[in-house]
């Protein structure tokens, strides 16, 4: 609760224990909207699928990351997903709505710019002995990919280095990686 600031008992959420260097105990922790999920699943029965797993679009994007530490901003029409990596486990995901008829890219940008300073620090924050350095390179996905006149903006006075995310596939000569990178992610 102290960790989501969003009320609880509007999530559903499902988690796992992680290997841990130290004596303690560490889960990973995914949480996901009841009411999005809800029609969702809703939709699905409707149509006779039935579901055997879910998994989550930030999620997939952050497998085609080989590095162990990264900074991953994935941009889709319908939101903009910042996630940071650290021994190649997802350690803070956020997730900014976008509202496509109304917003272009390039106006969300400074919003999105402001929850990557917040995301950083509050990740810092509670990693004192290990806060994610300048050297830590920062991955675009999706819309982004297509804007990189946009990178320095997401960015701000932050001095990461910054580029489109590489996947497994992108020496496939011809094949769009960027279209289907929640695909490839879902894939791996």
């Not at 709505?97 to 950083?120: D, G, M, N, Q, W």
């Not at 997401?154 to 910054?162: D, E, F, H, K, Q």
């Given at each position: ?24 105990r ?18 699905l ?6 579901v ?71 990740y ?65």
């Amino acid at each position: 609760g102290r960790t989501i600031s969003i009320p609880l008992d509007t999530l559903y959420y499902s988690y796992q224990a992680v290997p841990s260097a130290d004596k303690g105990r560490t889960f990973f922790l995914a949480a996901y909207p009841r009411k999005v999920t809800d029609a969702l699943m809703s939709l699905l029965r409707r149509a006779g699928i039935e579901v055997g797993t879910m998994d989550i679009c930030p999620l997939a994007v952050c497998r085609n990351s080989n590095e162990p530490k990264a900074i991953i901003v994935s941009a889709r029409p319908a939101s903009c997903d910042i996630v940071i990596m650290v021994n190649k486990v997802p350690q803070v995901i956020r997730n900014l709505p976008r509202h496509r008829e109304t917003e272009s890219l390039s106006e969300t940008v400074a919003a999105t710019a402001e929850e990557i300073k917040r995301t950083i620090t509050f990740y810092n924050s509670s990693h004192i002995a290990e806060p994610l350095d300048s050297w830590t390179p920062v991955f675009v996905s999706g819309d982004l990919v297509e804007k990189p006149e946009l990178w320095p903006a997401l960015l701000g006075t932050l001095n990461y280095p910054i580029s489109a995310l590489p996947s497994p596939m992108a020496d496939r000569a011809g094949f769009p990686v960027n279209e289907f990178i929640v695909n490839i992610g879902l894939a791996l």
